[in-house]
């Protein structure tokens, strides 16, 4: 009885992944940041990544906003799940180059 216990509290204590979002940043950028020679390349880091800081800076307002989400820019993940969903996306949407943003800590 004392290990049943045990491993109730053992699996109470494991976290399921939290929710992110993936985000299409050809599409936030008006096409300037891109993958059209590499599905796993950018062709401006540093252009991503300031975009990438004001997305993150902004977590809530991208993850809930409702025009970028109905346009496919931003897309609700688990971060389960994440790296599998990015590269189906960067396999279905060619020279799109999206990223996963995660929430805060």
């Known amino acids: 009885e004392q290990e049943t216990e045990k491993a109730k509290a053992a699996a109470k204590s494991i976290k399921e992944p939290g929710p992110m979002i993936l985000v299409d940043f050809t599409a ?7 993958n059209k020679f590499d599905k796993n390349g950018v062709n401006d880091p540093a252009l991503k990544s300031a975009m990438q800081k004001k997305v993150e800076a902004d977590y809530a307002s ?4 409702s025009a970028l989400i109905a346009a496919g820019t931003v ?5 389960g799940v994440w790296r599998a969903a990015l590269a189906t996306l960067r396999d ?9 943003i995660f929430p805060p800590a």
Do not use: K, M, T, W
């Not at 936030?28 to 891109?34: K, P, T």
């Not at 279905?92 to 996963?100: N, R, T």
């Open 28 to 34: 936030l950028s008006d096409g300037a940041i891109h």
């Open 92 to 100: 279905e949407v060619p020279g799109h180059f999206f990223a996963a």
């Open 75 to 79: 897309r609700g993940c688990s971060q």
């Open 62 to 65: 991208y993850a809930n906003d």
